[in-house]
Antibody, heavy 121, light 108 residues
């Protein structure tokens, strides 16, 4: 199973960031997995953004909840992230990843390579 | 929000030595803790979940322990390839919330 992020690398302040993650080598509709976004500002640690299940159920970081929307397209084997009203603080390496949850949480076991997002006018 | 605090920020160890990294939760999380290794320029890699269960392919020299609020990641004999930043992650309120620690950088 592999994950690949895609989307614009440059976003203007106050505009909307839109990223997609394509799942290959397996189905996004598997019952033992959730799909998530995690970001990492330059030189800093990891921040959880949110999770989505193939049914469309979503869970967001409370600190970002008002600006985040995640969606899933099972026909394309993709899930997406929209982050509105971006500022310089949203500049980061954005990872998509798979949570393994076969009845119990087994961690983020597959990660994409990440895509860098710069916020600048 | 559960806050995860890792220490030390940087750990300098010689090859072959034992190394211990710490992670503390601001409230009890039972054994709902994972550890990740991130090498330079790479995405994180899952090492441990359930506080002590190794992910597939993780060498036996790496072990996790702890419960409640105090957790450790131990290398019985540090190898040059263990140079990385290590993050703990709590998931006690899965899927509603996840939080990561700030990381520990291991220098060889």
């Amino acid at each position: 199973l592999q994950l690949q992020e895609s989307g614009p690398g440059l976003v203007k302040p106050s505009e909307t960031l839109s990223l997609s993650c394509t799942v290959s080598g397996g189905s996004i509709s598997r019952s033992d997995s959730y799909w998530g976004w995690i970001r990492q500002p330059p030189g800093k640690g990891l921040e959880w953004i949110g999770n989505i299940y193939f049914t469309g159920s979503t869970y967001y970081n409370p600190s970002l909840k008002s600006r985040v929307t995640m969606s899933v397209d099972t026909s394309k084997n993709q899930f997406s992230l929209i982050l509105s009203s971006v500022t310089a603080a949203d500049a980061a390496l954005y990872y998509c990843a798979k949570h393994r949850v076969p009845g119990y949480y087994f961690g983020l076991d597959v990660w994409g390579q990440g895509t860098t997002v710069t916020v600048s006018s | 929000e559960i806050v995860m605090t890792q220490s030390p920020a940087t750990l300098s160890v010689s090859p072959g030595e034992r190394a211990t990294l710490s992670c503390r939760a601001s409230q009890s999380i039972s054994t709902n803790l994972a550890w990740y290794q991130q090498k330079s320029g790479q995405p994180p890699r899952l090492l441990i979940y359930g506080a002590s269960t190794r992910a597939p392919g993780v060498p036996s020299r790496i072990s996790g322990s702890g419960s409640g609020t105090e957790f450790t990641l131990t290398f019985s004999s540090l190898q040059p390839e263990d140079l990385a930043v290590y993050y703990c992650q709590q998931y006690s309120n899965w899927p509603l919330a996840l939080t990561f620690g700030g990381g520990t950088k291991v220098e060889i």
